[in-house]
């Protein structure tokens, strides 16, 4: 009998009806993007680079060689590259084999010794309670533990679980230096023990997979060696290592090792399976599942295929990074509207691969010309010229011309002293542009972004953001069009219940290819361009006793206790550097912002601060920053530590940041490092001489980087 559908609920007076059921032509709850996760590859049916198959050999050798062990195989490859997907399918394998067991273990969720415990103990784990209660008896007979003998015998006939029992067992076995000595017999007991089935045939193995040793400390990797070769080398345990070996190379994490500890870590992996990049064709194949999976693949063509596949090193994190950054750009990014994804592929690889060129080039005084692209390519051609033999042809006239932006002369003839005019020009150029000039991969990615016809539009764009909303409108690159006509019916953009998919609407108007009804377009499909937070308190007038408060920025800080430690920001384009501020309230700092030279004069008639920190172009003034501390330190209204912060940093300016007594960043985490530097030295100043504690070993201020303190 067939069953009827179920009847709706009963209305009740005065209550609303309930919402219908949706249909199954109702939009989806979701955009049409996604974002790929990070994850290894756990399953065969996942792999889709071909690690299976080695995956099966590996695991088939660890079980052909149970009667070989203890042994170390590391599992070899750069960052990205594989090393977890294939463990975890060699581990998926092992699963099928007849009395092989797994245990994982994090390298990277332990520090220093505490890596050498959780080691341990994840083995322990993996064994019977049955073994740990005789091993545990065992240790409690030995006469090195006489005096905890009547405690041991107390435990072992108690009703503790597993956990409890390795607990209990590290305890007796870690409890001094006599117990240490004998761990790795008791540990080969314990193994033994478990290892030996009723029919002894097959005899049970242990496989053992550590992820991520080259992410950690070098306490961390000797701590994981030390358990793996010191007390975990006995029968029946196999190590599967996955690491980078040029990470814990001489040149790498250990660079430090003594002569004894190098060949202690040679002693460690008895062999190692180098993972080789996949195939191109498999690459491409692979770059395509992800476009497919994150719901971009009708905007990556066979040739933005081949160049993620170029570029990425066939690399698949690197690959699922720029998936994601392109997905993530796209639905965010309203630049990106009259350019097309062409170009965000090509901006997003300076981006990730050359991240402090890619800072100056969408930054402020990046340049003297505000072009460091152009700066860049023609400095590349200065340099050929200058290098060039004698008598070679060369552009003379715009050699001369770029020469003559830095106050250097063409050497006549040519050929004659040009390397020597050219290492004084690298020392005003930015730190990175010797380095960048003779990498091929940079230098064709960047001519690739320049030979478009739209190259100057777009690096506008990038520096400067999009177009505010009194802008001329411009019509929508039609490389997004599939993007919109994918979307099928109500293609305006808004079917998905979250606006448009991309960072702009689709209006026919100007050039969208949505097939829906038009929407108003006020603002012609641009984002306003964010509005910098005014001061409350007019410009050149300050309150008594402190530094004008631009609004917008409350002074939070995280240690409400502590005495204020006041900075004095200087900096005509504080959006473009927001990550100052962040750092110094990060830090508990209460910043005072001013944007130029005479306001900062003023601010500190009023109040000394801690430290000031400056940029140094302003405007068309390129040592504005330097002038600035100059007269300060001269006319004795500061002597206080500086750190000048500038996107653009070069040797010269390194130089002449020195001979203020100041220190020159362009980077987060060093800014954060200076900041707690003069952080220390208040403090000792604060402190009387005789208990001040002397100057750790191999601080910064002992290096000289912050002279000034």
């Not at 977890?84 to 994982?104: I, Y």
């Not at 045939?201 to 992820?211: A, E, S, T, W």
């Not at 995280?558 to 200087?570: N, T």
Request: aromatic share 8%.
């Amino acid at each position: 009998m067939a069953t009827s559908a179920p009847l709706p609920p009963p209305s009740t007076p005065g209550l609303p009806l309930p919402a219908p059921a949706p249909t199954a032509s109702a939009p989806p709850a979701h955009g049409p993007f996604t974002l790929l996760n990070d994850e290894p590859v756990a399953e065969p049916g996942a792999d889709l680079l071909g690690a299976g198959r080695a995956a099966r050999q590996l695991a088939g050798l660890l079980v052909a060689s149970r009667a070989s062990t203890p042994f170390t195989l590391a599992v070899d490859a750069g960052w990205g590259m594989g090393k977890s997907s294939l463990m975890r399918l060699v581990d998926a394998e092992l699963a099928h084999a007849p009395e092989v067991h797994t245990v994982w273990y994090n390298a990277w969720t332990s520090t220093g010794a505490d890596a050498l415990e959780g080691l341990i103990k994840s083995v322990l784990m993996r064994f019977d309670r049955r073994v740990l209660r005789r091993g545990l008896q065992r240790v409690g007979e030995r006469r090195a533990l006489l005096r905890a003998l009547r405690a041991l015998s107390t435990v072992a006939a108690g009703p503790l679980g597993v956990a409890g029992l390795v607990d209990e067992l590290w305890k007796r076995l870690s409890v001094d230096s006599q117990a240490r000595n004998e761990m790795r017999g008791a540990i080969g007991d314990l193994v033994q023990e478990w290892s030996e089935t009723a029919e002894f045939r097959p005899r049970r193995l242990l496989v053992v997979f550590i992820d991520d040793l080259d992410r950690c400390s070098e306490e961390t990797v000797l701590a994981v060696c030390e358990a793996v070769k010191v007390y975990l080398d006995v029968p029946g345990l196999a190590f599967v290592v996955g690491c980078d070996r040029s990470a814990l190379g001489p040149n790498g994490l250990l660079r430090d090792l003594s002569p004894a500890g190098s060949a202690f870590m040679e002693k460690i992996f008895q062999t190692s399976y180098r993972i080789p990049a996949a195939d191109n064709h498999g690459v491409k194949d692979y770059i395509r599942w992800c476009a497919r999976t994150a719901g971009i693949e009708p905007l990556l063509d066979d040739a933005l295929v081949d160049l993620l596949a170029q570029r990425s090193d066939r690399n698949p994190r690197r690959i699922k990074r720029l998936v994601n950054g392109f997905v993530l750009e796209a639905t965010l990014n309203p630049v990106w509207r009259d350019f097309g994804p062409d170009a965000v592929i090509r901006t997003l690889l300076l981006q990730y691969f050359y991240p402090d060129f890619y800072r100056m080039m969408t930054g402020p005084s990046g340049t003297v010309d505000g072009d460091v692209v152009a700066e860049f390519r023609t400095y590349r051609a200065v340099r050929r010229t200058l290098l060039a033999p004698a008598g070679a042809p060369g552009e003379e006239t715009d050699v001369r011309d770029f020469l003559g932006r830095y106050d250097l002369v063409l050497p006549q003839p040519l050929g004659a002293g040009g390397d020597e005019v050219l290492a004084v020009l690298e020392r005003q150029l930015p730190n990175e542009f010797p380095d960048l000039v003779v990498n091929p991969a940079f230098t064709s990615l960047v001519d690739e972004l320049t030979a478009r016809p739209d190259a100057a539009q777009l690096l506008l764009r990038l520096r400067e953001g999009p177009l505010g909303a009194g802008a001329e409108p411009t019509r929508m690159s039609r490389e997004w069009a599939p993007v919109w006509q994918g979307l099928g019916s109500g293609a305006d953009g808004y079917a998905t219940g979250f606006g448009p998919p991309l960072a702009w609407p689709g209006d026919g108007t100007y050039g969208g290819y949505g097939a829906g009804p038009q929407q108003p377009m006020p603002q012609q499909g641009r984002v306003p361009a964010p509005q910098v937070p005014q001061s409350p308190v007019p410009q050149g007038v300050y309150p008594q006793g402190g530094y004008p408060q631009p609004g917008g920025y409350p002074q939070q800080s995280p240690y409400p206790a502590a005495p204020v430690f006041d900075v004095l920001w200087v900096d005509d384009q504080p959006d473009r550097k927001a990550v100052v501020r962040e750092v110094l309230e990060g830090l508990g700092a209460q910043v005072s912002h001013v944007p130029r030279s005479a306001a900062a004069v003023q601010a500190l008639r009023n109040r000394t601060p801690d430290l000031l920190v400056s940029d140094i172009s302003r405007g068309s003034d390129h040592s504005a920053g330097f002038e600035m501390v100059r007269r300060l330190q001269e006319d004795g209204n500061y002597d206080g530590p500086v750190v000048f912060f500038t996107i653009r940093r070069s040797a010269e300016r390194e130089e002449r940041a020195a001979a203020l007594g100041a220190s020159l960043t362009n980077n987060e985490q060093e800014l954060r490092e200076l900041v707690l530097l003069a952080l220390q030295s208040r403090a000792e100043e604060r402190t009387p001489p005789g208990d001040r504690k002397p100057p750790r070993r191999g601080s910064l201020s002992q290096s000289g980087w912050f002279p000034s303190l």
